[in-house]
Protein backbone atom coordinates (compact mmCIF):
# COMPACT_ATOMS: atom_id res chain seq x y z
CA UNK A 1 0.00 0.00 0.00
CA UNK A 2 1.14 3.25 -1.27
CA UNK A 3 0.57 6.20 0.92
CA UNK A 4 -1.60 8.86 -1.45
CA UNK A 5 -0.73 12.80 -2.18
CA UNK A 6 -3.30 15.23 -2.15
CA UNK A 7 -5.49 15.47 -4.91
CA UNK A 8 -5.05 17.89 -7.40
CA UNK A 9 -6.93 19.34 -10.28
CA UNK A 10 -6.38 19.64 -14.19
CA UNK A 11 -7.91 19.94 -17.03
CA UNK A 12 -7.93 18.92 -20.83
CA UNK A 13 -8.56 20.71 -24.21
CA UNK A 14 -10.45 18.51 -26.24
CA UNK A 15 -10.08 18.85 -30.22
CA UNK A 16 -12.22 21.23 -30.77
CA UNK A 17 -11.32 23.21 -27.72
CA UNK A 18 -13.79 22.04 -24.96
CA UNK A 19 -11.97 22.35 -21.41
CA UNK A 20 -12.99 19.03 -19.47
CA UNK A 21 -12.41 19.38 -15.43
CA UNK A 22 -10.57 16.09 -13.87
CA UNK A 23 -9.60 15.11 -10.12
CA UNK A 24 -5.87 13.00 -10.13
CA UNK A 25 -5.14 11.29 -6.57
CA UNK A 26 -1.48 9.95 -7.02
CA UNK A 27 0.61 7.42 -4.92
CA UNK A 28 3.27 9.35 -2.73
CA UNK A 29 6.52 7.36 -4.07
CA UNK A 30 8.89 8.16 -7.49
CA UNK A 31 8.41 5.43 -10.63
CA UNK A 32 5.59 5.16 -13.39
CA UNK A 33 2.18 3.69 -12.72
CA UNK A 34 -0.76 2.61 -14.79
CA UNK A 35 -3.85 5.33 -14.81
CA UNK A 36 -7.26 4.43 -13.76
CA UNK A 37 -9.77 6.15 -15.54
CA UNK A 38 -13.45 7.43 -14.66
CA UNK A 39 -15.50 9.47 -16.98
CA UNK A 40 -18.95 10.74 -15.67
CA UNK A 41 -21.65 12.91 -15.12
CA UNK A 42 -22.57 13.53 -11.34
CA UNK A 43 -19.85 15.61 -10.10
CA UNK A 44 -16.61 14.15 -10.36
CA UNK A 45 -16.26 14.57 -6.28
CA UNK A 46 -18.74 11.83 -6.04
CA UNK A 47 -16.70 9.31 -7.93
CA UNK A 48 -19.18 6.74 -7.61
CA UNK A 49 -18.58 5.82 -4.20
CA UNK A 50 -21.94 4.97 -3.80
CA UNK A 51 -20.61 1.25 -5.24
CA UNK A 52 -16.58 1.44 -5.17
CA UNK A 53 -14.04 2.33 -3.09
CA UNK A 54 -12.71 5.80 -3.03
CA UNK A 55 -10.02 6.96 -5.61
CA UNK A 56 -7.43 7.39 -2.62
CA UNK A 57 -7.45 3.35 -2.12
CA UNK A 58 -7.31 2.71 -5.88
CA UNK A 59 -4.19 5.36 -5.76
CA UNK A 60 -2.76 3.47 -2.99
CA UNK A 61 -2.75 -0.02 -4.56
CA UNK A 62 -0.43 1.70 -7.35
CA UNK A 63 -2.37 3.63 -9.53
CA UNK A 64 -3.04 7.08 -10.51
CA UNK A 65 -6.43 7.87 -10.79
CA UNK A 66 -8.25 10.50 -12.64
CA UNK A 67 -12.26 11.28 -12.08
CA UNK A 68 -13.14 13.28 -14.99
CA UNK A 69 -16.46 15.44 -15.51
CA UNK A 70 -17.97 14.53 -18.90
CA UNK A 71 -18.75 17.67 -21.41
CA UNK A 72 -20.93 19.80 -19.67
CA UNK A 73 -21.20 18.54 -16.36
CA UNK A 74 -19.67 19.59 -13.17
CA UNK A 75 -17.10 22.09 -14.03
CA UNK A 76 -16.50 20.83 -17.54
CA UNK A 77 -16.97 23.81 -19.86
CA UNK A 78 -19.65 22.75 -23.00
CA UNK A 79 -22.86 21.51 -23.75
CA UNK A 80 -24.26 18.03 -22.34
CA UNK A 81 -25.78 15.89 -24.41
CA UNK A 82 -26.69 12.36 -23.86
CA UNK A 83 -23.82 10.24 -24.79
CA UNK A 84 -23.66 12.24 -28.30
CA UNK A 85 -19.95 13.23 -27.36
CA UNK A 86 -18.30 10.66 -25.45
CA UNK A 87 -16.45 8.63 -28.07
CA UNK A 88 -14.13 11.60 -28.57
CA UNK A 89 -13.69 13.22 -25.89
CA UNK A 90 -13.25 9.83 -24.36
CA UNK A 91 -10.45 9.40 -27.15
CA UNK A 92 -9.00 12.41 -26.24
CA UNK A 93 -8.99 12.47 -22.11
CA UNK A 94 -6.91 8.58 -22.36
CA UNK A 95 -4.33 10.00 -24.91
CA UNK A 96 -4.05 12.96 -21.98
CA UNK A 97 -4.19 10.74 -19.46
CA UNK A 98 -1.61 8.23 -20.84
CA UNK A 99 0.55 11.35 -20.80
CA UNK A 100 0.97 12.34 -17.22
CA UNK A 101 3.52 12.77 -15.15
CA UNK A 102 4.71 9.27 -13.75
CA UNK A 103 2.10 7.89 -15.84
CA UNK A 104 3.81 4.20 -17.65
CA UNK A 105 1.55 4.66 -20.85
CA UNK A 106 -1.65 2.18 -19.71
CA UNK A 107 -4.91 3.30 -19.35
CA UNK A 108 -7.89 0.77 -17.75
CA UNK A 109 -11.23 2.60 -17.14
CA UNK A 110 -14.17 1.33 -14.41
CA UNK A 111 -17.28 2.57 -13.36
CA UNK A 112 -21.37 1.79 -13.79
CA UNK A 113 -23.82 3.22 -15.67
CA UNK A 114 -23.40 5.73 -17.29
CA UNK A 115 -19.54 5.81 -16.36
CA UNK A 116 -19.71 1.72 -17.94
CA UNK A 117 -20.94 3.42 -21.13
CA UNK A 118 -18.16 6.17 -21.09
CA UNK A 119 -15.86 3.21 -21.53
CA UNK A 120 -17.22 1.37 -24.37
CA UNK A 121 -17.52 4.79 -25.94
CA UNK A 122 -13.88 5.53 -25.44
CA UNK A 123 -13.00 1.95 -26.07
CA UNK A 124 -14.73 2.21 -29.43
CA UNK A 125 -11.87 4.71 -31.18
CA UNK A 126 -9.56 1.73 -30.14
CA UNK A 127 -7.00 4.23 -28.46
CA UNK A 128 -3.38 2.51 -28.00
CA UNK A 129 -2.90 3.89 -24.77
CA UNK A 130 -6.33 1.72 -23.52
CA UNK A 131 -5.49 -1.64 -22.52
CA UNK A 132 -8.57 -3.12 -20.37
CA UNK A 133 -11.76 -1.28 -18.95
CA UNK A 134 -14.57 -3.08 -16.38
CA UNK A 135 -18.02 -2.05 -17.27
CA UNK A 136 -20.57 -2.17 -15.16
CA UNK A 137 -24.52 -2.10 -15.46
CA UNK A 138 -24.12 -0.96 -18.73
CA UNK A 139 -26.56 -0.72 -21.97
CA UNK A 140 -25.11 -2.51 -25.23
CA UNK A 141 -28.21 -1.45 -27.28
CA UNK A 142 -29.27 1.31 -26.10
CA UNK A 143 -32.85 0.35 -27.01
CA UNK A 144 -33.40 -2.76 -25.84
CA UNK A 145 -31.13 -2.78 -22.63
CA UNK A 146 -31.59 0.40 -21.64
CA UNK A 147 -34.60 2.76 -22.51
CA UNK A 148 -36.85 -0.19 -23.24
CA UNK A 149 -38.06 -3.58 -22.44
CA UNK A 150 -39.77 -5.98 -24.41
CA UNK A 151 -40.82 -3.33 -26.48
CA UNK A 152 -42.39 -1.78 -23.54
CA UNK A 153 -40.61 2.45 -22.03
CA UNK A 154 -39.08 1.93 -18.88
CA UNK A 155 -40.91 4.39 -17.18
CA UNK A 156 -40.17 4.86 -13.76
CA UNK A 157 -36.62 4.53 -14.16
CA UNK A 158 -36.05 6.38 -17.38
CA UNK A 159 -38.32 8.92 -15.79
CA UNK A 160 -36.47 9.08 -12.36
CA UNK A 161 -33.26 9.39 -14.20
CA UNK A 162 -34.08 11.97 -16.21
CA UNK A 163 -35.59 14.72 -13.53
CA UNK A 164 -32.14 13.66 -12.00
CA UNK A 165 -30.13 14.92 -14.86
CA UNK A 166 -32.31 17.70 -15.77
CA UNK A 167 -32.04 18.71 -11.86
CA UNK A 168 -28.54 19.23 -12.07
CA UNK A 169 -28.76 20.82 -15.37
CA UNK A 170 -30.58 23.65 -13.53
CA UNK A 171 -28.15 23.90 -10.76
CA UNK A 172 -25.78 24.07 -13.38
CA UNK A 173 -27.22 26.79 -14.62
CA UNK A 174 -28.72 28.47 -10.85
CA UNK A 175 -31.72 28.30 -12.50
CA UNK A 176 -33.74 28.29 -9.28
CA UNK A 177 -37.46 27.87 -10.13
CA UNK A 178 -36.91 24.97 -12.45
CA UNK A 179 -34.23 23.59 -9.55
CA UNK A 180 -36.70 23.72 -6.81
CA UNK A 181 -39.83 22.22 -9.68
CA UNK A 182 -37.73 19.05 -10.77
CA UNK A 183 -36.13 18.46 -7.29
CA UNK A 184 -39.69 18.32 -5.94
CA UNK A 185 -40.64 15.96 -8.72
CA UNK A 186 -37.39 13.70 -8.08
CA UNK A 187 -39.12 13.17 -4.50
CA UNK A 188 -42.82 12.55 -6.14
CA UNK A 189 -42.66 11.61 -9.52
CA UNK A 190 -45.63 12.83 -11.63
CA UNK A 191 -46.59 9.56 -12.97
CA UNK A 192 -49.60 10.55 -14.61
CA UNK A 193 -48.35 13.87 -16.00
CA UNK A 194 -44.98 13.31 -17.05
CA UNK A 195 -45.37 15.66 -19.50
CA UNK A 196 -44.32 18.44 -16.77
CA UNK A 197 -40.92 17.45 -17.91
CA UNK A 198 -41.33 19.00 -21.42
CA UNK A 199 -42.20 22.42 -19.39
CA UNK A 200 -39.13 21.64 -17.23
CA UNK A 201 -36.51 20.04 -19.49
CA UNK A 202 -37.37 20.81 -23.17
CA UNK A 203 -33.67 19.45 -23.93
CA UNK A 204 -34.13 16.11 -22.26
CA UNK A 205 -33.41 13.16 -23.43
CA UNK A 206 -36.06 11.82 -22.47
CA UNK A 207 -38.82 13.31 -24.92
CA UNK A 208 -36.42 11.36 -27.91
CA UNK A 209 -36.41 7.98 -26.44
CA UNK A 210 -40.46 8.31 -26.28
CA UNK A 211 -40.52 9.45 -29.50
CA UNK A 212 -38.05 6.73 -30.52
CA UNK A 213 -40.59 3.56 -29.76
CA UNK A 214 -39.18 1.33 -32.19
CA UNK A 215 -35.85 -0.74 -32.16
CA UNK A 216 -34.96 0.08 -35.63
CA UNK A 217 -35.18 4.11 -35.44
CA UNK A 218 -31.86 5.77 -36.76
CA UNK A 219 -31.87 7.25 -33.39
CA UNK A 220 -30.81 4.46 -31.57
CA UNK A 221 -28.63 2.68 -34.29
CA UNK A 222 -26.79 6.17 -33.78
CA UNK A 223 -26.02 5.95 -30.41
CA UNK A 224 -25.96 2.46 -29.25
CA UNK A 225 -22.45 1.33 -28.22
CA UNK A 226 -23.25 -1.90 -30.08
CA UNK A 227 -22.55 -0.68 -33.66
CA UNK A 228 -19.12 1.07 -33.05
CA UNK A 229 -17.49 -2.36 -30.58
CA UNK A 230 -17.92 -4.69 -33.48
CA UNK A 231 -14.01 -4.27 -34.08
CA UNK A 232 -12.78 -3.95 -30.55
CA UNK A 233 -11.37 -6.59 -28.85
CA UNK A 234 -10.13 -5.11 -25.20
CA UNK A 235 -9.99 -7.45 -22.35
CA UNK A 236 -13.44 -6.76 -20.00
CA UNK A 237 -14.42 -7.44 -16.66
CA UNK A 238 -17.73 -7.02 -17.13
CA UNK A 239 -20.50 -6.82 -13.70
CA UNK A 240 -23.72 -7.20 -13.36
CA UNK A 241 -26.54 -7.35 -10.57
CA UNK A 242 -29.78 -10.04 -10.67
CA UNK A 243 -31.77 -6.94 -9.53
CA UNK A 244 -30.25 -4.63 -11.72
CA UNK A 245 -32.03 -2.92 -14.34
CA UNK A 246 -29.63 -2.88 -16.89
CA UNK A 247 -28.20 -6.19 -16.28
CA UNK A 248 -29.28 -7.57 -20.34
CA UNK A 249 -27.15 -4.92 -21.44
CA UNK A 250 -23.52 -6.40 -19.22
CA UNK A 251 -25.31 -9.60 -20.46
CA UNK A 252 -25.38 -8.91 -23.93
CA UNK A 253 -22.13 -6.88 -24.13
CA UNK A 254 -20.73 -10.00 -22.30
CA UNK A 255 -21.68 -12.99 -24.43
CA UNK A 256 -21.08 -10.94 -27.77
CA UNK A 257 -17.80 -10.05 -26.59
CA UNK A 258 -16.97 -14.08 -25.41
CA UNK A 259 -18.40 -14.68 -29.44
CA UNK A 260 -15.84 -13.25 -31.20
CA UNK A 261 -13.14 -11.69 -29.12
CA UNK A 262 -9.79 -13.09 -28.62
CA UNK A 263 -8.68 -11.45 -25.65
CA UNK A 264 -10.33 -12.73 -21.80
CA UNK A 265 -13.81 -11.58 -21.01
CA UNK A 266 -14.56 -12.06 -16.64
CA UNK A 267 -18.16 -11.60 -15.79
CA UNK A 268 -18.97 -11.12 -12.01
CA UNK A 269 -23.38 -11.02 -11.37
CA UNK A 270 -23.81 -10.19 -8.08
CA UNK A 271 -27.58 -9.83 -5.95
CA UNK A 272 -27.64 -6.50 -6.31
CA UNK A 273 -29.78 -3.76 -7.56
CA UNK A 274 -28.21 -0.95 -9.35
CA UNK A 275 -27.26 0.25 -6.03
CA UNK A 276 -25.94 0.22 -3.79
CA UNK A 277 -24.02 -3.79 -4.27
CA UNK A 278 -24.28 -4.90 -0.48
CA UNK A 279 -25.98 -8.35 1.26
CA UNK A 280 -29.77 -6.75 1.73
CA UNK A 281 -31.84 -6.46 -1.45
CA UNK A 282 -35.59 -5.41 -0.59
CA UNK A 283 -36.35 -7.64 2.40
CA UNK A 284 -33.90 -9.89 1.34
CA UNK A 285 -30.91 -10.45 3.04
CA UNK A 286 -28.40 -12.40 1.25
CA UNK A 287 -25.61 -12.36 3.90
CA UNK A 288 -22.05 -11.78 4.24
CA UNK A 289 -21.11 -13.84 1.09
CA UNK A 290 -23.08 -10.90 -0.99
CA UNK A 291 -21.23 -7.65 -0.37
CA UNK A 292 -19.15 -6.75 -2.82
CA UNK A 293 -16.13 -8.24 -3.83
CA UNK A 294 -15.44 -5.99 -6.98
CA UNK A 295 -12.76 -3.35 -5.67
CA UNK A 296 -10.46 -6.44 -4.83
CA UNK A 297 -11.39 -8.27 -8.33
CA UNK A 298 -11.06 -5.30 -10.18
CA UNK A 299 -7.30 -4.27 -8.72
CA UNK A 300 -6.21 -8.08 -9.45
CA UNK A 301 -7.27 -7.04 -13.19
CA UNK A 302 -5.81 -4.00 -13.55
CA UNK A 303 -2.71 -5.56 -12.15
CA UNK A 304 -3.09 -8.21 -14.44
CA UNK A 305 -3.09 -5.66 -17.67
CA UNK A 306 -1.78 -2.69 -16.73
CA UNK A 307 1.40 -4.15 -14.76
CA UNK A 308 1.95 -7.27 -16.10
CA UNK A 309 1.55 -9.31 -12.68
CA UNK A 310 -0.33 -12.74 -12.45
CA UNK A 311 -2.53 -12.56 -10.40
CA UNK A 312 -3.67 -15.85 -11.21
CA UNK A 313 -7.38 -14.42 -12.75
CA UNK A 314 -6.52 -16.05 -16.07
CA UNK A 315 -6.60 -19.72 -14.64
CA UNK A 316 -9.98 -19.52 -12.85
CA UNK A 317 -13.21 -19.80 -14.31
CA UNK A 318 -14.63 -16.52 -16.44
CA UNK A 319 -18.13 -16.68 -15.05
CA UNK A 320 -18.67 -15.99 -11.70
CA UNK A 321 -22.56 -15.66 -10.45
CA UNK A 322 -23.94 -15.33 -6.63
CA UNK A 323 -26.43 -18.43 -6.22
CA UNK A 324 -29.43 -16.38 -4.60
CA UNK A 325 -31.18 -19.24 -1.73
CA UNK A 326 -27.61 -20.78 -0.87
CA UNK A 327 -25.91 -17.39 -0.74
CA UNK A 328 -22.51 -18.71 -2.34
CA UNK A 329 -20.40 -17.75 -5.08
CA UNK A 330 -20.50 -19.99 -7.90
CA UNK A 331 -18.18 -20.28 -11.21
CA UNK A 332 -19.05 -21.44 -14.40
CA UNK A 333 -16.97 -22.08 -17.67
CA UNK A 334 -19.70 -19.77 -19.51
CA UNK A 335 -22.92 -18.66 -19.66
CA UNK A 336 -24.60 -21.24 -21.72
CA UNK A 337 -28.11 -23.19 -20.51
CA UNK A 338 -27.20 -27.04 -21.39
CA UNK A 339 -30.61 -28.32 -20.11
CA UNK A 340 -34.13 -26.52 -20.33
CA UNK A 341 -36.68 -27.81 -18.08
CA UNK A 342 -40.68 -27.22 -18.92
CA UNK A 343 -43.33 -26.89 -16.60
CA UNK A 344 -46.37 -25.96 -18.12
CA UNK A 345 -49.78 -24.26 -17.34
CA UNK A 346 -52.29 -25.70 -16.30
CA UNK A 347 -55.92 -24.30 -15.18
CA UNK A 348 -59.36 -25.05 -13.95
CA UNK A 349 -59.97 -21.49 -15.03
CA UNK A 350 -60.26 -20.03 -11.78
CA UNK A 351 -56.41 -19.07 -11.65
CA UNK A 352 -57.18 -15.18 -11.00
CA UNK A 353 -59.55 -16.48 -8.10
CA UNK A 354 -58.29 -19.33 -6.45
CA UNK A 355 -54.59 -20.37 -5.54
CA UNK A 356 -55.45 -23.74 -6.49
CA UNK A 357 -56.21 -23.43 -9.65
CA UNK A 358 -53.82 -22.91 -11.37
CA UNK A 359 -51.28 -25.41 -11.81
CA UNK A 360 -47.64 -25.39 -12.82
CA UNK A 361 -46.45 -28.35 -13.77
CA UNK A 362 -43.27 -30.79 -15.46
CA UNK A 363 -46.18 -33.19 -16.61
CA UNK A 364 -47.14 -32.37 -20.27
CA UNK A 365 -49.00 -35.79 -20.51
CA UNK A 366 -51.76 -34.40 -17.81
CA UNK A 367 -52.34 -31.67 -19.86
CA UNK A 368 -54.84 -33.28 -21.53
CA UNK A 369 -57.38 -30.89 -22.48
CA UNK A 370 -57.84 -27.00 -23.32
CA UNK A 371 -58.63 -24.45 -20.76
CA UNK A 372 -58.58 -20.91 -20.85
CA UNK A 373 -58.66 -18.21 -17.44
CA UNK A 374 -59.69 -14.88 -18.40
CA UNK A 375 -57.47 -11.68 -17.09
CA UNK A 376 -59.52 -8.15 -16.92
CA UNK A 377 -57.05 -5.41 -16.52
CA UNK A 378 -58.98 -2.27 -15.42
CA UNK A 379 -56.84 1.40 -15.95
CA UNK A 380 -58.02 2.44 -12.70
CA UNK A 381 -56.37 0.28 -10.31
CA UNK A 382 -53.75 -1.43 -12.66
CA UNK A 383 -51.23 -3.66 -10.76
CA UNK A 384 -48.55 -2.07 -9.32
CA UNK A 385 -44.91 -2.52 -9.39
CA UNK A 386 -43.08 -4.43 -6.45
CA UNK A 387 -39.36 -5.13 -6.49
CA UNK A 388 -37.47 -7.04 -9.75
CA UNK A 389 -35.16 -5.16 -11.60
CA UNK A 390 -37.53 -2.47 -12.97
CA UNK A 391 -39.44 -0.75 -10.40
CA UNK A 392 -37.87 1.74 -7.08
CA UNK A 393 -37.05 0.36 -4.91
CA UNK A 394 -35.62 -2.64 -6.72
CA UNK A 395 -34.90 -6.54 -5.32
CA UNK A 396 -37.06 -9.31 -3.55
CA UNK A 397 -40.34 -8.25 -1.61
CA UNK A 398 -42.44 -10.48 0.20
CA UNK A 399 -45.64 -10.46 -3.08
CA UNK A 400 -48.84 -12.96 -1.72
CA UNK A 401 -50.45 -9.88 -1.45
CA UNK A 402 -50.80 -8.96 -5.14
CA UNK A 403 -50.98 -12.75 -6.25
CA UNK A 404 -54.33 -12.60 -4.19
CA UNK A 405 -55.56 -9.92 -6.23
CA UNK A 406 -58.50 -11.04 -9.41
CA UNK A 407 -56.81 -9.48 -12.24
CA UNK A 408 -53.31 -11.50 -11.78
CA UNK A 409 -53.39 -14.91 -13.11
CA UNK A 410 -51.09 -17.44 -11.06
CA UNK A 411 -49.72 -20.95 -11.49
CA UNK A 412 -48.07 -22.67 -8.55
CA UNK A 413 -46.30 -26.40 -8.65
CA UNK A 414 -46.48 -28.63 -5.68
CA UNK A 415 -43.83 -28.71 -3.15
CA UNK A 416 -40.49 -29.22 -4.84
CA UNK A 417 -39.24 -33.18 -3.85
CA UNK A 418 -35.77 -31.96 -4.76
CA UNK A 419 -33.45 -28.91 -4.16
CA UNK A 420 -33.83 -26.87 -8.01
CA UNK A 421 -30.88 -24.97 -9.02
CA UNK A 422 -31.24 -22.88 -12.11
CA UNK A 423 -28.89 -20.28 -13.76
CA UNK A 424 -29.19 -18.47 -16.98
CA UNK A 425 -32.31 -17.09 -19.03
CA UNK A 426 -35.83 -17.97 -17.63
CA UNK A 427 -38.17 -17.72 -20.79
CA UNK A 428 -41.85 -17.94 -20.17
CA UNK A 429 -44.69 -18.47 -23.90
CA UNK A 430 -48.13 -18.03 -23.53
CA UNK A 431 -51.02 -18.42 -25.94
CA UNK A 432 -52.87 -15.22 -25.14
CA UNK A 433 -55.25 -12.82 -27.02
CA UNK A 434 -57.21 -9.73 -26.67
CA UNK A 435 -59.95 -8.01 -26.96
CA UNK A 436 -58.03 -5.02 -27.89
CA UNK A 437 -55.36 -3.90 -30.53
CA UNK A 438 -52.99 -3.64 -27.70
CA UNK A 439 -51.91 -5.04 -24.58
CA UNK A 440 -49.03 -5.95 -22.03
CA UNK A 441 -48.09 -8.56 -20.26
CA UNK A 442 -45.85 -9.06 -17.07
CA UNK A 443 -44.55 -12.13 -15.90
CA UNK A 444 -43.41 -13.23 -12.75
CA UNK A 445 -41.55 -15.90 -11.69
CA UNK A 446 -42.04 -16.30 -7.54
CA UNK A 447 -40.54 -18.98 -4.77
CA UNK A 448 -43.76 -19.93 -2.28
CA UNK A 449 -42.33 -20.64 1.02
CA UNK A 450 -44.36 -23.62 3.07
CA UNK A 451 -46.38 -20.79 4.93
CA UNK A 452 -47.57 -19.42 2.27
CA UNK A 453 -44.73 -16.00 2.16
CA UNK A 454 -43.91 -15.45 -1.89
CA UNK A 455 -40.90 -14.17 -2.75
CA UNK A 456 -39.87 -12.77 -6.50
CA UNK A 457 -37.33 -14.34 -8.16
CA UNK A 458 -37.12 -12.68 -11.87
CA UNK A 459 -39.38 -11.04 -13.82
CA UNK A 460 -40.18 -9.86 -17.73
CA UNK A 461 -42.36 -7.80 -19.07
CA UNK A 462 -43.66 -7.67 -23.31
CA UNK A 463 -45.47 -5.14 -25.49
CA UNK A 464 -47.74 -6.67 -27.72
CA UNK A 465 -49.27 -4.70 -30.28
CA UNK A 466 -51.65 -7.67 -31.81
CA UNK A 467 -54.73 -8.41 -30.51
CA UNK A 468 -54.53 -12.17 -31.48
CA UNK A 469 -51.51 -14.08 -31.22
CA UNK A 470 -51.85 -17.81 -33.24
CA UNK A 471 -48.54 -18.40 -31.77
CA UNK A 472 -47.20 -18.42 -27.84
CA UNK A 473 -45.95 -14.98 -26.65
CA UNK A 474 -42.51 -15.12 -25.56
CA UNK A 475 -41.50 -13.23 -22.49
CA UNK A 476 -37.36 -13.07 -21.89
CA UNK A 477 -37.57 -12.86 -18.07
CA UNK A 478 -34.62 -11.30 -16.31
CA UNK A 479 -31.46 -13.80 -15.96
CA UNK A 480 -31.31 -15.37 -12.47
CA UNK A 481 -28.75 -17.60 -10.61
CA UNK A 482 -31.19 -19.40 -7.57
CA UNK A 483 -31.37 -22.16 -5.36
CA UNK A 484 -34.90 -23.48 -4.10
CA UNK A 485 -35.32 -25.73 -1.74
CA UNK A 486 -37.10 -28.88 -1.48
CA UNK A 487 -40.47 -28.36 0.05
CA UNK A 488 -40.62 -24.60 -1.10
CA UNK A 489 -42.87 -24.17 -4.88
CA UNK A 490 -42.55 -21.81 -8.05
CA UNK A 491 -45.36 -19.75 -8.93
CA UNK A 492 -45.42 -17.99 -11.87
CA UNK A 493 -47.75 -14.75 -11.59
CA UNK A 494 -49.23 -12.86 -15.10
CA UNK A 495 -51.01 -9.44 -15.42
CA UNK A 496 -51.42 -6.74 -17.99
CA UNK A 497 -49.85 -4.08 -16.17
CA UNK A 498 -46.84 -3.25 -13.71
CA UNK A 499 -46.91 -0.12 -12.93
CA UNK A 500 -45.20 2.28 -12.93
CA UNK A 501 -42.25 0.12 -13.38
CA UNK A 502 -43.93 0.10 -17.09
CA UNK A 503 -46.65 2.28 -18.55
CA UNK A 504 -50.13 1.49 -18.81
CA UNK A 505 -51.52 0.05 -21.92
CA UNK A 506 -54.45 2.21 -23.18
CA UNK A 507 -55.96 -0.72 -24.84
CA UNK A 508 -54.55 1.22 -28.36
CA UNK A 509 -50.78 1.87 -26.67
CA UNK A 510 -48.76 2.88 -24.02
CA UNK A 511 -50.04 5.67 -21.75
CA UNK A 512 -47.34 8.13 -21.41
CA UNK A 513 -49.49 11.51 -20.54
CA UNK A 514 -52.16 12.60 -19.00
CA UNK A 515 -53.89 13.03 -22.33
CA UNK A 516 -53.77 8.94 -23.07
CA UNK A 517 -54.21 8.30 -19.67
CA UNK A 518 -57.79 9.68 -20.03
CA UNK A 519 -58.91 7.44 -22.99
CA UNK A 520 -57.43 4.09 -21.54
CA UNK A 521 -59.95 0.97 -21.78
CA UNK A 522 -60.38 -1.81 -19.90
CA UNK A 523 -58.55 -5.08 -21.58
CA UNK A 524 -59.69 -8.57 -21.00
CA UNK A 525 -57.16 -11.37 -21.64
CA UNK A 526 -57.77 -15.16 -22.60
CA UNK A 527 -55.02 -16.92 -21.43
CA UNK A 528 -54.93 -20.51 -22.92
CA UNK A 529 -53.27 -23.77 -21.62
CA UNK A 530 -52.97 -27.26 -22.13
CA UNK A 531 -54.28 -29.17 -25.55
CA UNK A 532 -52.39 -27.51 -28.26
CA UNK A 533 -51.80 -24.79 -26.51
CA UNK A 534 -48.95 -25.45 -23.99
CA UNK A 535 -47.88 -22.36 -22.29
CA UNK A 536 -44.75 -22.84 -20.49
CA UNK A 537 -42.00 -21.62 -18.42
CA UNK A 538 -38.52 -23.28 -19.36
CA UNK A 539 -36.29 -23.05 -16.65
CA UNK A 540 -32.37 -22.84 -17.30
CA UNK A 541 -31.62 -26.16 -14.48
CA UNK A 542 -27.93 -26.36 -13.60
CA UNK A 543 -25.93 -29.28 -11.42
CA UNK A 544 -26.21 -28.24 -7.65
CA UNK A 545 -22.51 -26.71 -6.95
Not at 377 to 385: F, G, L, S, T
Not at 431 to 442: A, G, H, T, V
Request: glycine letters at 8%; a negative charge; one cysteine or more.
Amino acid sequence: MFKVLSKETASIQTRDGVRLDADIYRPDAEGEFPVLLMRQPYGRAIASTVVYAHPNWYAAQGYIVVIQDVRGRGTSEGEFKLFSHEIADGEDTVNWAANLPQSNGKVGMYGFSYQGMTQLYAAASKPAALKTICPAMIGYDLYADWAYEGGAFCFQTNLAWAIQLATETASLRQDKAAYQALFSAARNLPLTNPEILQTLAPESFYHDWLANSSADAAYWQELSPKRYLQSVDLPMFHIGGWFDTYLRGTLHLYQDMTDRRQTPQHLLVGPWAHLPWGRKVGNADFGPNAASPVDKIQVRWFDQFLKGVDTGLLQEQPVCLFEMGSNIWRSFPNLKVSNQKSYYLSTTGLASIREDSGILTPDAKSLSHNSVDVLVHDPWRPVPALGGHAAIPAGVFERSHLDLRSDVLTYSTQPLTADLHIAGNVIVEIFCSSDRSSYDLCAILSEVHPHGQVYNLTQGYLHCPVGKNPAPLKIQLQATCAHIPQGNALRLSLSAACFPAYPMNSGTGPVTNSESLLNAQIITLSVSCGGEANSQVLLPVVASS
